[in-house]
Structures are given as structure tokens and as C-alpha cells.
């Protein structure tokens, strides 16, 4: 982590930053952005690694995931995004080494594998099938542009060519579409919630 302890351009805003690593893929540039907020990443890490050391190495190894990632995305507010990307990350890393812990249960107690299986899937169906009954609620707009960021992955910029809107309208679109996305599947899941308790 030495070497981005060296740079340091406090003039640059964090979006500046941003869209010139996205121009010119330099990683001096990337390396500056991410400097600021180490002490962050850091804390998260060692928080949920509870290891000084692990959480050095997964500084780093997010510092390695942000080269792709930041090609493909452009955050409007960069230290939220990151917050969750090394959050994320050290899930996985947990999970990886099977240390988070699941509370054990009496197998005497536990349904049989095949209909647990099968509940699993009915409630992935359901899921499926209530966000694609969400997203049919959306403007015409907000469907189009909900749906090529985070199904299709595509950047803001991208989305700008695509649809022809301009980089503050399909901001706004997406804001939009993903909060009246989230009312209506907590709906869904209340509806659904309550149809289960009457039976």
C-alpha cells in the first residue's frame, strides 16, 4: 500500500478523479482516488476479517477488483459504492473459507433435503416473478434504462448512446426506477407475507 501513500492530488474532486481513469486507464490516476478512502476500506476489512493482516491483503486485492470494475461502472458517489464493494468482498472471503457461521440445526428437526430444494426454488420463482411484475410498472423510460444498467451492466455513458437521453435524465431515470422498484417488491414480499400466515 506504500506507493499509494505517495500520491496526492487533493484539488481533483472524487468524480474528476473518476472520469479521468475512465479516459485514460492510468493507474496512478485510479490509484489517487482510491488512496483517499484506504483508511476506510481498511476499517471495513479488518471489522469483518478481524485480522490486521488478512485486511492489508484485501485492501490491496479490492485496489485490483476497482481496474475492471471502474471501466464498466461510473458511481455518482464513489465512497458509498466502494463502502459496498469492500464490504462485498469480504463476505466472499469469508465465505470462501466457510467462516461465517450458520446457526447448527437438529437434523431430526430439519425438512428432507428434495423439499427444502423445492421450497428454495419456489421462492426464487416468486422473486423472479415479482421483479418482473415490478419492473412492468415502471414509465417506459425507466424500465429501458433500470434494465440496461443493472441486468445489462451498462454505463451511464453507454446508456447515454444507446438511448439518446442526456447523462442527468438517465441519472434521474435509473434513481427513480430502482426506488420505485424497491417499493414494490417490499410490497410484494408484505403481500406475500401476510398470504402465508392465513394459510
Not at 499509494?4 to 479521468?20: F, G, M, R, T, V
Not at 489517487?32 to 491483503?57: H, I, N, P, T, W
Not at 458509498?80 to 464493494?85: M, Q
Request: with cysteine; aromatic share 8%.
Amino acid at each position: 500500500m506504500a506507493f499509494l501513500k505517495n500520491i496526492s492530488n487533493p484539488a481533483a474532486s472524487d468524480a474528476e478523479l473518476l472520469a479521468e481513469y475512465r479516459q485514460s486507464g492510468e493507474l496512478r490516476v485510479l490509484g489517487e482516488l482510491y488512496q483517499r478512502y484506504m483508511d476506510l476500506s481498511y476499517g471495513v476489512c479488518f471489522k469483518y476479517l478481524e485480522d490486521s493482516e488478512a485486511a492489508k491483503d484485501a485492501v490491496m486485492a479490492v485496489f485490483e477488483e476497482l481496474i475492471p470494475k471502474l471501466r464498466k461502472h461510473e458511481p455518482v458517489h464513489f465512497k458509498s459504492w466502494l463502502y459496498t464493494v469492500v464490504k462485498n468482498h469480504c463476505l466472499m472471503q469469508l465465505r470462501s473459507r466457510g467462516k461465517i457461521k450458520v446457526m447448527a440445526l437438529d437434523p431430526d428437526r430439519m425438512q428432507p433435503e428434495e423439499e427444502m430444494h423445492q421450497e428454495d426454488i419456489a421462492q426464487q420463482e416468486w422473486q423472479l416473478n415479482g421483479l418482473a411484475k415490478c419492473l412492468e410498472t415502471l414509465s417506459a423510460d425507466q424500465k429501458m434504462t433500470v434494465e440496461l444498467f443493472y441486468l445489462q451492466e451498462k454505463c451511464y455513458k453507454e446508456i447515454v448512446t444507446i438511448t439518446g437521453l442526456d447523462w442527468n435524465k438517465v441519472r434521474s431515470l435509473i434513481q427513480n426506477g430502482r426506488r420505485n422498484l424497491k417499493i414494490c417488491m417490499e410490497k410484494s414480499v408484505s403481500s406475500e407475507t401476510i398470504s402465508r400466515e392465513k394459510t
